[in-house]
Nanobody
Framework: QVQLVESGGGLVQAGGSLRLSCAAP????????MGWFRQAPGKEREFVAA????????YYADFVKGRFTISRDNAKNTVDLQMNNLKPEDTAVYYC?????????????????WGQGTQVTVSS
């Protein structure tokens, strides 16, 4: 059963912006931290951003800090990732995930529920 569904990916030129969205059609994750991860060809899945259960705390990977913003709307059961000033090295499949716990964490192993991913391609 699909737990999370990402959307909003696409092709954009360097310096451009995209907004990714994540929906949870089957259940609520309002008590869980949510995260965005990405995986480029030939590389391991890496942490991008996380937001705690209430939305009051966020955490970002160093390479996206100042460019990306994670947000959530627990009433709508959605999580977004606003990506600005995109770079070619941001090209990857982006995944939304729900943590086992309520606090922000960068570790892939603590996220139990995953979407199927959405492709983001940034051209130079």
């Amino acid at each position: 059963q699909v737990q999370l569904v990402e959307s909003g990916g696409g092709l954009v030129q360097a310096g451009g912006s995209l907004r990714l969205s994540c929906a949870a059609p089957g259940r609520t994750f309002s008590s869980k931290a949510m995260g965005w991860f990405r995986q480029a060809p030939g590389k391991e899945r890496e942490f991008v951003a996380a937001i705690n259960w209430s939305g009051g705390s966020t955490y970002y990977a160093d390479f996206v800090k100042g460019r990306f913003t994670i947000s959530r709307d627990n009433a709508k059961n959605t999580v977004d990732l606003q990506m600005n000033n995109l770079k070619p090295e941001d090209t990857a499949v982006y995944y939304c995930a729900a943590s086992r716990y309520g606090n922000c964490d960068s570790r892939v192993s603590l996220y139990d529920y995953w979407g199927q991913g959405t492709q983001v391609t940034v051209s130079s």
